[in-house]
T-cell receptor
């Protein structure tokens, strides 16, 4: 069982380009999340999805979009990348079972926008 | 605003020492609090989850406590080892925020020989 996989591992991107970060989980979890991690700011939620077909905005959604066509996949798209989107991006998933909900994290994607 | 704070940002201790990491949060209405470990360049690994109704959780040499009324949690690590060196993150699921976790900025722990 792989858990959560993310691709690519790292990417250098020119400003203005479109980029999709991929996330796949094989645990049949209902909920999935995208976070970005920046030095001194910790992890901040970008978007989330409580179940396939639904998505919601997190703390820092501007410049990002997501879709949840099925249970396993939750891609994050940067329509037109800007340097401030340079960060490490983590995908996570959880069963979404009230007070015992534990989130499981992928290995991350390191994105540099020049 | 619902916030989570971890102090200190970094800590260095000699091997074998018992240590405590601190986490504070601004709203006592929470579903749960979770402690994670993050190794350099890696993702997060869940260590312990304490539900709102619980006071503590234990796993091996780790013990996490929760005091909602004071908005505090501690992670106690017994007999520290060099392999414990990592960043430890505290995250709170505040009530009314669905499944959203609010993270602290972490404490970077180094255990020296």
């Amino acid at each position: 069982i792989a858990g959560i996989t993310q691709a690519p591992t790292s990417q250098i991107l020119a400003a203005g380009r479109r980029m999709t970060l991929r996330c796949t989980q094989d645990m049949r979890h209902n909920a999935m999340y995208w976070y970005r991690q920046d030095l001194g700011l910790g992890l901040r939620l970008i978007h989330y999805s409580n179940t396939a077909g639904t998505t919601g905005k997190g703390e820092v959604p501007d410049g990002y979009s997501v879709s949840r066509a099925n249970t396993d996949d939750f891609p994050l798209t940067l329509a037109s990348a800007v340097p401030s989107q340079t960060s490490v991006y983590f995908c996570a998933s959880s069963v979404l079972a009230s007070s015992t909900d534990t989130q499981y994290f992928g290995p991350g994607t390191r994105l540099t926008v020049l | 605003k619902q916030e989570v704070t971890q102090i200190p940002a970094a800590l260095s201790v000699p091997e074998g020492e018992n240590l405590v990491l601190n986490c504070s949060f601004t709203d006592s209405a929470i579903y749960n609090l979770q402690w994670f470990r993050q190794d350099p360049g890696k993702g997060l690994t869940s260590l312990l989850l304490i539900q709102s109704s619980q006071r503590e959780q234990t796993s091996g040499r780790l013990n996490a406590s929760l005091d909602k009324s004071s908005g505090r949690s501690t992670l106690y690590i017994a007999a520290s080892q060099p392999g414990d060196s990592a960043t430890y993150l505290c995250a709170v699921r505040f009530a009314g925020t669905a499944s959203k976790l609010t993270f602290g900025t972490g404490t970077r722990l180094q255990v020296t020989l």
